[in-house]
Structure formats: structure tokens, C-alpha cells
Nanobody
């Protein structure tokens, strides 16, 4: 079993930056991809960014503003968020996939954290 724990969320103003962290523990052998998703009230959970085989992937809405990275020594995934906008407000989740699948799809991931709240005021 894999356990994921997000941290780093908070309340910021538009234009500010935040760095989210996702600490992974347990058995991570066989991981195919690691990703970040977000969900705002009344909306579906949506893809934000992913890392697979050293290659990064981003949704059009965050490309150029967000950066996904990983610290192998700490077994931690990061999401650096710059130039934050009110529409970025959501609960952010990290996830891990253990099978070959479409990395932008929620159903492709096997393990999820409980999320961290990011609120951006105008």
C-alpha cells in the first residue's frame, strides 16, 4: 500500500506563489506516474500536472505558471505554483499510478492523498 500526504496549501492573494508537497510512504516500487489534480466546489476533479519517466505534463490552464518536480532522496513530489489566480482556488490532490494508462485521467490513478486547500483571493 502507498500513502500520500499533501501539504503547503493556504490563503494567498492573486499573483502570489505557493509550493505544494506530497510525501510518499510505503511501497512505491512499480510507480508509472505521479500527478497533481484539483477540485473546486461544484466541479469535477481535473488534471493539473504529471511526471512520468522524467517528462512533465501540464494542463493548458496552468502551463507556464506551475512546475512539477520530484525529490527522490525525500520521496516527495512538488508543485510550484506561481502567478496564482482566483480560478486556481481548489483542493489539490497528489496521486500515483501503478499501471500504464492515460495520465491526465482521474481513473488512471491508484493512490490518492487527502488533499490540501488552496485559496486565492482577488
Amino acid at each position: 500500500q502507498v500513502q500520500l500526504l499533501e501539504s503547503g496549501g493556504g490563503l494567498v492573494q492573486a499573483g502570489d506563489s505557493l509550493r505544494l508537497s506530497c510525501a510518499a510512504s510505503g511501497r512505491t516500487f512499480g510507480t508509472y506516474a505521479m500527478g497533481w489534480f484539483r477540485q473546486a466546489p461544484g466541479k469535477e476533479r481535473e488534471f493539473v500536472a504529471a511526471l512520468r519517466g522524467g517528462i512533465t505534463y501540464y494542463s493548458d490552464s496552468v502551463k507556464g505558471r506551475f512546475t512539477i518536480s520530484r525529490d527522490s532522496d525525500k520521496n516527495t513530489l512538488y508543485l510550484q505554483m506561481n502567478s496564482l489566480k482566483p480560478e486556481d482556488t481548489a483542493v489539490y490532490y497528489c496521486a500515483q499510478s501503478h499501471r500504464i494508462a492515460v495520465i491526465t485521467t482521474v481513473s488512471s490513478y491508484d493512490y490518492w492523498g487527502q488533499g490540501t486547500q488552496v485559496t486565492v483571493s482577488s
